[in-house]
């Protein structure tokens, strides 16, 4: 039986980027994951503080020319109600950065993690599903489809919101739905998009357009499930028109590339995020709708709080993790899910105050700077705004003593 210090299952981005990141602090790595893949034609918007991470793995240099800079965020209230907000621009300027970070295209993330996965020397690399995991006094027994066995000192469900590793620790989930359905696709449009990214609060829920390099965005469209199914299947030039429309020309003439996709929109969260010698990151510990550019950054958070506590402690300490992680993680998770949750349902709500309330907090970011501040930086980088707080105090008090 082979033995490794850490087993990862899983290898879609969020198990891709942990087995990387493990092996880069020297322990011995065994990634599980079945090898068929459906092609996805989804982006990923990652913030500065995991472009940041990605550079530390030395993978940005390769992933940047597929991403496009995110300098600009801004909502518009694209409802017919009474009740409605002005449009609020988050501007990385505000915040001295360059850019919020950067839109990336799934399929070449996924090339790019897949040739560097191949090339790394401390990563096994294992095509098959986990069918059992085995815990005893020095290790996890996973075993495999075909039947062979693996011990690992720690192991990593990276394997999704249907995680075997999940039901193997014995861990619960709570789970809901939205009558909402997401529409993704990619379009080329007539006009320069600026590096603004354009979120219509609508209805039925936000209408996200992405920059892409060049001349193309990404959309995600939340629609009740009919609609988007009817959306899903017009021919390309009437969704094309359908997408420029919503938009309100903005960007000019919309093409739509390839085919549309729509997945049913969910929220899971793990009752805990780890346990023994188990950890859950990614979706398979939380899931939740795709606003504000949460979901990837909130799991590569999970990997950096777990690649400290492994790298910090030796594999026969292992057994105690689980629970560290776990503690570790509780407060960023669901405070992420709770405010992605409020959002998206206020913006179904057709209660008055519920309206009120969501019109008063976009009034209050448009007309005020430091709030909106405040915000951006929370967005980042979990108490991003108590740390840039803390770094200006210290650069006053060393300019004083200079």
Do not use: C
């Not at 409802?79 to 850019?99: C, I, Q």
């Not at 506590?309 to 669901?334: N, T």
């Amino acid at each position: 039986m082979r033995q490794f210090d850490i087993a990862v299952v899983g290898a879609g981005l969020a198990g891709s980027l942990a087995a990387l990141a493990f092996a880069e602090s020297g322990r011995s790595v065994v990634l599980i994951a079945p090898p068929a893949r459906a092609g996805d034609g989804r982006t990923t918007a990652l913030m500065d503080q995991s472009i940041a991470f990605l550079k530390t793995l030395g993978l940005w240099d390769e992933i940047a020319r597929h991403a496009a800079a995110l300098e600009t965020m801004q909502i518009v209230d694209g409802t017919s109600r009474l009740l409605r907000a002005p449009p609020v621009a988050f501007r990385s300027s505000e915040v001295g950065l360059d850019a919020f970070g950067y839109n990336i295209p799934n399929a070449p993330f996924l090339a790019v993690l897949d040739a560097r996965l191949a090339a790394q020397a401390g990563i096994v690399r294992l095509e098959n599903g986990v069918t059992a995991a085995n815990t005893f006094d020095t290790g996890v027994e996973l075993v495999l489809d075909d039947g062979e066995r693996v011990m690992a000192a720690f192991v990593v469900g990276a394997d999704g919101r249907k995680s075997k590793i999940r039901e193997s620790a014995g861990i619960g989930v709570r789970a809901w739905s939205y009558p909402q359905t997401a529409l993704v696709l990619n379009f080329s449009h007539e006009r320069p998009h600026g590096n603004v990214s354009t979120e219509f609060h609508t209805e039925s829920g936000p209408f996200t357009q992405v920059p892409l390099p060049g001349r193309r965005s990404s959309l995600v469209w939340v629609l009740p499930p009919k609609e988007a199914a009817r959306l899903r299947d017009l021919p390309a030039a009437d969704l094309g028109q359908a997408v420029e429309e919503r938009m309100q020309s903005m960007l000019g003439k919309v093409t739509v590339e390839g085919g549309a996709q729509s997945f049913p929109l969910s929220g899971m969260t793990a009752e805990r995020f780890g346990k023994g010698r188990f950890a859950l990151v990614g979706e398979a510990a939380h899931a939740f709708p795709p606003i504000g550019a949460q979901g990837l950054n909130l799991s590569l958070r999970d990997i950096m709080a777990l690649k400290d506590l492994l790298q910090d402690s030796e594999p026969s300490a292992y057994a105690s993790i689980g629970e560290r992680f776990d503690r570790k993680r509780q407060a960023d998770i669901r405070s992420r899910t709770l405010s992605v949750d409020l959002l998206n349902r206020s913006l179904l709500s057709d209660f008055l105050p519920v309206q009120f309330l969501r019109s008063a907090g976009l009034h209050l970011l448009s007309a005020l700077g430091p709030l909106r501040s405040i915000v951006m930086r929370e967005g980042i980088e979990p108490l991003g705004s108590l740390k840039a707080f803390r770094d200006g105090l210290r650069e006053r008090v060393a300019r004083k003593q200079a």
